[in-house]
């Protein structure tokens, strides 16, 4: 019962930049930060953007997040063949005495 | 570096109870969330619930009738329990945990998959 929608593919070339999106509500995304994960294929789920557009240490730069209003966005630049994995957006909702809510997933592809 | 590893039974009845217990290694419980996350094979992410270090929990509003998250300091563990389970609650399960950001689940462990049959 995921209240955050996303695509759910994107993809591109080897390069190219591409860009999940995010959308919630004033509850969530409207009230609190945005988080980001990538899961490869096989593997557990790791963090890749906190508070909206920090990235943890070792996460390189080519991910970059962003937020407004009840929306946010997840940009993969210099698209590369490792890139090829599901994310997935989160953000805590202050609705019915608070919860942790993830976003439907995107899968993205590299061409 | 905090390490989380799942452990319990990888194949519970129906209407029976899912119990996994969480070890945690490299590091302390006073750092922010522990949680738990689960994933039904081939679909997405689902947050169970999480406790603080101080033993408050929160839970997933459509889960929280059948759900018990708790710690236990001395052990360095942290459990889940689900009761009643059907098989739409087989999946891999996560245990969290958050470390820079309250909210920011930067550990995991591995994710067992536990099989309702």
């Known amino acids: 019962q995921s209240v955050l929608t996303q695509p759910p593919s994107a993809s591109g070339t080897p390069g190219q930049t591409v860009t999940i999106s995010c959308s919630g509500t004033?509850?969530?995304?409207?009230?609190?930060?945005i988080y980001w994960y990538q899961q490869l294929p096989g593997t557990a789920p790791k963090l890749l953007i906190y508070?909206?557009?920090q990235r943890p240490s070792g996460v390189p730069d080519r991910f970059s997040g962003s937020k407004s209003g009840t929306s946010a966005s997840l940009a993969i630049s210099g698209l590369r063949s490792d890139d090829e994995a599901d994310y997935y957006c989160?953000?805590?909702?202050?609705?019915?005495?608070?919860?942790?809510?993830f976003g439907t997933g995107t899968r993205v592809t590299v061409l | 570096q905090v390490q989380l590893r799942e452990s319990g039974p990888r194949l519970v009845r129906p209407s029976e109870t899912l119990s996994l217990i969480c070890t945690v290694s490299?590091?302390?419980?006073?750092?922010?969330?522990w949680g738990w996350v689960r994933q039904p094979p081939g679909k997405g992410l689902e947050w169970i619930g999480c406790?603080?270090?101080?033993?408050?929990?929160n839970y997933n509003p459509s889960l929280k009738s059948r759900v018990t998250i708790s710690l236990d300091t001395s052990k360095n563990q942290f459990s889940l329990k689900l009761n009643s389970v059907t098989a739409a609650d087989t999946a891999f399960y996560y245990c969290?945990?958050?470390?820079?950001?309250?909210?920011?689940?930067?550990?995991w462990g591995q994710g067992p998959l536990v099989t309702v049959s």
């Open positions: 969290v945990n958050t470390v820079k950001d309250p909210f920011g689940y930067e550990i």
């Open positions: 490299g590091g302390s419980f006073s750092t922010y969330y």
């Open positions: 406790i603080y270090y101080t033993g408050s929990t």
């Open positions: 004033s509850s969530n995304i409207g009230s609190n930060n």
């Open positions: 508070r909206n557009n």
């Open positions: 989160a953000s805590w909702d202050i609705s019915l005495s608070g919860h942790y809510v």
